[in-house]
């Protein structure tokens, strides 16, 4: 059974940071891209960033770019996100996914591209 459980969501002030894990089981993980997706209140779900299964190469929404940065560890099973200099606008619901094959676009991602869910973890930023 495949599972993704994120953690490391929080409140945090503008310019803060946080650093979210997803942890996955149930598949063969160091095989796929995985991807963050985030969802804000009355917004539709914003692909934010993807890694190809290898970890060398990976995808940024402009949004996040030069703040966000995307790693695994294929050996932990285990997805990041290091947000950085946050801002109110990133306040949403992380979604950790996994991806349908091994890689991702470098121009941008889709839900579709994406075959499991995690339950998400809340991040809020105040101003």
């Known amino acids: 059974q495949v599972q993704l459980v994120e953690s490391g969501g929080g409140l945090v002030q503008a310019g803060g940071s946080l650093r979210l894990s997803c942890t996955a089981s149930g598949f063969p993980f160091d095989n796929y891209a995985m991807g963050w997706f985030r969802q804000a209140p009355g917004k539709e779900r914003e692909g934010v960033s993807c890694i190809r299964w290898s970890g060398v190469t990976t995808y940024y929404a402009d949004s996040v770019k030069g703040r966000f940065t995307i790693s695994r560890d294929n050996a932990k099973n285990t997805l990041y996100l290091q947000m950085n200099s946050l801002k109110p606008d990133d306040t949403a619901m992380y979604y950790c996914?996994?991806?349908?094959?091994?890689?991702?676009?470098?121009?941008?991602?889709?839900?579709?591209?994406?075959?499991?869910w995690g339950q998400g973890t809340q991040v809020t930023v105040s101003s």
């Open positions: 996914a996994a991806a349908l094959t091994g890689y991702c676009s470098t121009s941008s991602i889709t839900e579709t591209e994406f075959g499991y």
